[in-house]
């Protein structure tokens, strides 16, 4: 509109997701009459960086402490004639959303500033947002029509250990995925590292005991989608190197590192994983498959 006083403004903002729920904020009845939610977040500082003010803005509004994705997508929208601070204006909004995540243990969440724009914080089902039974703001349907989660591959390397017709596995904790799940011991390979070296230390540091490496068993890979330990919400694929191992006969595994992904460590009869009586990863049953072909079938 011709006349009115122009006003620019750049907010950052962030989707975060958790199990089929979206982090919401309620806008305050002094930004609009009706209840209203949109993604946390809001306007930057003069010189902040914009993940910089995304996160104290989630901290703000919802008491949680974030983290953001390096990327983002922008969002532009031209509202001439609004309401602005008690006047009608000629509004740009710029809308930089980011991919974001809060811990999986992250308390409830509440808002930490009192008369601002936001008076409540909550998980909403993403199913009610689509389908409008959580009044949402334009921008929350936009950034949740072209979210996608990350991408992640990961390589791993693990150790096929027996002993006395027994199995060493390791108990996957809290902090990993499929927690209380049983796994050979194993890990990450790290950038520049060797598998038969990465798997040495994995099994140092989940089992405390030397690991002697073989030969290749199997390759195993698995893909799905679902929150990391993290809290981020990710297309995960783990491709899995699995090695024939030994370790000395004197050895007495136990759990070596506090507060990883692994709780528990155990020597478990073979006949009780092949019989599906305890909770084992597909990696586990894939190198049972593995060893039971002959060996000039392997590969």
Known sequence: MVG????????????????????????????????LWTLPGGGLDHGEDPRDAVVREIHEETGLEATVGETARVYSAHLPGVWREGRRVD????R???????????PAPRVLEVGGSTVEAAWKPV?????????????VLEALADHRPSQLQRLAAYAFVTRDAELLLTRISPRGHHSGSWTLPGGGVEHGESPRSAVVREVREECGVEAAIGELLTVHDV??????????????HGVH????ATIPEDAEPRVAETGGTTDAVAWVPLTTVE?????????????????????????
């Open 275 to 299: 019989a599906g009586d305890l909770p084992v990863l597909d990696v586990v049953t894939e190198a049972l498959r593995a060893v039971a072909q002959p060996r000039s079938r392997r590969g």
């Open 241 to 244: 190197l699995v090695f024939e």
């Open 4 to 35: 009115l006083p122009q006003r620019q403004r750049v907010a950052a903002y962030a989707v975060i997701l958790r199990d089929g729920d979206i982090l919401l904020s309620r806008l305050a009845a002094s930004v609009t009459p009706d209840e």
């Open 127 to 139: 199913s009610a947002v689509l389908d409008g039974s959580v009044p949402v703001a334009a921008m």
């Open 91 to 94: 509004a740009h909004a710029l």
């Open 223 to 236: 893909h799905f989608e679902g929150t990391a330990p993290s809290g981020r919400r990710e297309d995960f």
């Open 96 to 106: 930089i959303v980011y991919d974001g995540w809060v811990p999986v243990d992250a």
